[in-house]
Each structure stands twice: as structure tokens, then as C-alpha cells.
T-cell receptor, first 111, second 114 residues
Framework: QKEVEQDPGPLSVPEGAIVSLNCTYS??????FMWYRQYSRKGPELLMYTYSSGNKEDGRFTAQVDKSSKYISLFIRDSQPSDSATYLC???????????FGAGTRLTVKP | NAGVTQTPKFQVLKTGQSMTLQCAQDMNHNSMYWYRQDPGMGLRLIYYSASEGTTDKGEVPNGYNVSRLNKREFSLRLESAAPSQTSVYFCASRASVWYQETQYFGPGTRLLVL
């Protein structure tokens, strides 16, 4: 069993839809949780960072961490075609050097 | 300010050949990382360097060596390339303060081993 599980999709939604992306994990020592966005043939870029449990909001993006269920989510409101990319969850235990990534979910937002 | 740069962008090797992938960052970060990305596998950590002069193994270190040349540069070497090392390689550097974690990735090197 992988330490981090992420549904690879692909996921296709119409413009304006709410998108929900999820990951589960098995290592209870993980404290740092991140979401990255990766456009085709580019390096990943950090979208959201959460330390320990709770919610974090940044514009149209909301990240949630439920450590009791070992489950993290990323919500995208009012999705745009420019949001079409692969979304990767990542997490690590202190001191945050050995980061583990999910396989990535490919999202397409259709105009 | 170029961020994280990687060379080369693309390379084809024959089995058994060696090569070094170069990475440099101009953000004065202490930590640097090498990952490989394969379809359906996500990113997997090969080696990292928490500070100048130190290196540590990640999840998949076999077949690779690294050198932290100075604070800016972190190279990855394949001594005897194998087809299983065909992948996209990403270098990253990390800035960390107690309330925010930021890891910056380079554009990647696509490696094909025949």
C-alpha cells in the first residue's frame, strides 16, 4: 500500500463548477500538507500549504486537513479553463525534508 | 532572479553511459532536492541536501549519487544508466519559516535511456 493515495482521474468539469480533489495517507507522523499544481511539461508549483489540521482558504482555493481520518482535500470554486492541470498532494513529517507525493489528479475544465 | 534552473532539458543515453544533471538556485535556500516523476507514481524523492555539505537518501536512491557543490548547486549523477531510469527529473529548493513552507521546482530534465 502506498503511503499517499490519490485518484489519478482524469476529472472533467464544466467552467464554473466546484472541484473537489482528495488524498488519503497512512503515516500518522505527517504534519505538513501541501497541494501543488503542475501544467503540462512544467515543474510543480505550490498552491496551498497547511500545517497540521484545519482549513485554509486562498481566493478560490480551500485546503482541508482531517488528521483523524488521514484525509486531505482541495476545493476549487468557480473553476476556470486555466485551472486545467494535474494537481498533486504532498505531505511530510518534521523536519519536512522527506516529502511524499500522491500520483496526481488530472483536471480539465471545459469552457 | 531565475529561481531553480536545470540542465540539460532533454537527454538520450545508452544503457551503461553516465551523465550528470545540474541544478542551481539563486534564492539562497539551504535545502535542495532531486525527484523523479513517472506516470502513475507521482514524484519520488531520490536524494536531498538539508544544508551545504550534507546529503541524505530519499525514497529511491539506488543507482544515483549527488553532490552539493556549494549553497547554490546540487548535482545528480547516474554512473551507469539503466532503462528503468528513464524519467523526468526535477530539482527543487526549499525556503522554510515556521508559518510557511515553500518549495520551488525547476522545469525538469527529460531523460530517455535506451
Amino acid at each position: 500500500q502506498k503511503e499517499v493515495e490519490q485518484d489519478p482521474g482524469p476529472l472533467s468539469v464544466p467552467e464554473g463548477a466546484i472541484v473537489s480533489l482528495n488524498c488519503t495517507y497512512s503515516n500518522s507522523a505527517f504534519q505538513y500538507f501541501m497541494w501543488y499544481r503542475q501544467y503540462s511539461r512544467k515543474g510543480p508549483e505550490l498552491l496551498m500549504y497547511t500545517y497540521s489540521s484545519g482549513n485554509k482558504e486562498d481566493g478560490r482555493f480551500t485546503a482541508q486537513v482531517d488528521k483523524s481520518s488521514k484525509y486531505i482535500s482541495l476545493f476549487i470554486r468557480d473553476s476556470q479553463p486555466s485551472d486545467s492541470a494535474t494537481y498533486l498532494c504532498a505531505m511530510s513529517a518534521p523536519p519536512a525534508n522527506d516529502m511524499r507525493f500522491g500520483a496526481g489528479t488530472r483536471l480539465t475544465v471545459k469552457p | 532572479n531565475a529561481g531553480v534552473t536545470q540542465t540539460p532539458k532533454f537527454q538520450v543515453l545508452k544503457t551503461g553511459q553516465s551523465m550528470t544533471l545540474q541544478c542551481a538556485q539563486d534564492m539562497n535556500h539551504n535545502s535542495m532536492y532531486w525527484y523523479r516523476q513517472d506516470p502513475g507514481m507521482g514524484l519520488r524523492l531520490i536524494y536531498y541536501s538539508a544544508s551545504e555539505g550534507t546529503t541524505d537518501k530519499g525514497e529511491v536512491p539506488n543507482g544515483y549519487n549527488v553532490s552539493r557543490l556549494n549553497k547554490r548547486e546540487f548535482s545528480l549523477r547516474l554512473e551507469s544508466a539503466a532503462p528503468s531510469q528513464t524519467s523526468v527529473y526535477f530539482c527543487a529548493s526549499r525556503a522554510s519559516v515556521w508559518y510557511q513552507e515553500t518549495q520551488y521546482f525547476g522545469p525538469g530534465t527529460r531523460l530517455l535511456v535506451l
